[in-house]
């Protein structure tokens, strides 16, 4: 399978700093497809370095340096777009941030539950964005809020817990218990260090939830007609 190919040649590139051509001897994976998977992880200049003294092919090396090349072009063109957009934001208006909350919602909030704002997500800037969303346009504050962390058996689950009451900024008497699993076998780039398993945020009641939902209505209806 694809993605057992790909979670192995994760493991050779990360773990064995090896190059794109001996990853693609060893998994007969083409050069062109590591080039998608591994773009994000490109060998140290001193890798490269020390893979040449030990007679790797000049090729190779200068390869692995052209793809560092790009890469970091790359880096410097999304640095510029980056600083434009973050000015652009800088004068966004209360009710485009109130629309940017609703469409986070629509795409990742629990639209069945009647009862409570819920919604899950990998990536803690959007966990923080909607508590201060909800905050700000819906009244409910942090104490209000309570979280459940569903979590991989080969994860510190306590360091896991403490990272998300940190970054969230709430107590531990507001955690649910722990959903923990086991790691799935495709799931080899879930233990990279910025991942943190899935936080899930439950808040307010039906007065809130009705307000949500029927604000995003109100919004597609608008822009639907």
């Known amino acids: 399978m694809r ?8 493991k050779l590139r990360i773990e064995n700093k090896m190059s794109y051509g001996e990853i693609a001897k060893r998994l007969s994976v083409s050069k062109s497809t590591l080039s998608v998977w591994l773009r994000g992880f490109p060998l140290s200049e001193e890798r490269v370095l020390f ?16 793809r560092e090349t790009m890469r970091e072009k790359r880096q410097e063109k999304e640095d510029k777009i980056y600083v434009q957009q ?5 004068k966004i208006s209360p009710q485009a941030l109130f629309v940017a909350g609703l ?13 409570r704002v819920s919604l899950a997500n990998t990536d803690p800037w959007v966990i923080t964005f909607f508590v201060w969303w909800m905050k700000k346009f819906l009244g409910i504050s942090k104490t209000q809020i309570k979280v459940q962390l569903h979590l991989y058996k080969t994860m510190n689950i306590s360091v896991e817990r403490k990272f998300w009451q940190q970054k969230i900024g709430i107590g ?4 649910y218990k722990d959903q923990i699993r086991p790691l799935r076998p495709s799931s080899f780039s879930y233990r990279e260090s910025y991942r ?17 939902m029927l604000s995003i209505k109100a919004f597609l209806d608008t822009y639907n007609r």
């Open 103 to 115: 469409m986070l919602y629509l795409g990742e909030g629990d639209k069945k539950d009647r009862c």
């Open 172 to 175: 531990r008497n507001q955690f």
């Open 51 to 66: 893979l040449r003294k030990k007679a790797w092919s000049r090729g190779e090396a200068g390869r692995e340096r052209f």
């Open 86 to 90: 973050l000015t652009r934001f800088k």
């Open 196 to 212: 943190h398993g899935t936080c899930k945020i439950y808040a307010g009641g039906v007065k809130e939830k009705t307000e949500l």
């Open 3 to 10: 993605t057992e190919e790909k979670n192995k040649a994760l």
